[in-house]
């Protein structure tokens, strides 16, 4: 498996393979139909996390009921997962 940089490196430091390896190293799965979409499932909420141009953005069902957010590519990696994980 391929070794990740810091986790203080800034999202945007990675490479798209590192950013795959993360979010599977998190316990995510890629859409099969979709290559730039993850989910990510919880025990209180699941995630559907885009891989977009400018932004990884995170839509939380938690309940049915939906939160989104944003985060750009100079965030820290270990902030956004800490943001991540805190779920919606």
């Known amino acids: 498996m391929l070794k990740l940089p810091p986790e203080e490196t800034p999202l945007n430091q990675h490479s ?3 950013l795959e390896n993360w979010l599977h190293q998190l316990g995510a799965e890629r ?4 290559p730039c979409v993850w989910r990510w499932f919880a025990s209180q909420w699941s995630a559907e996390i885009q891989i977009e141009r400018d932004e990884l953005t995170v839509v939380w069902n938690k309940g049915g009921k939906l939160s989104q957010c944003a985060f750009p590519y100079g965030l820290s990696r270990s902030d956004v997962e800490k943001a991540m994980a805190q779920g919606p």
């Not at 859409?31 to 979709?34: F, T």
Request: hydrophobic content about 45%; charged content about 30%; overall charge negative.
């Open 31 to 34: 859409d099969l139909e979709n």
């Open 16 to 18: 798209l393979v590192s």
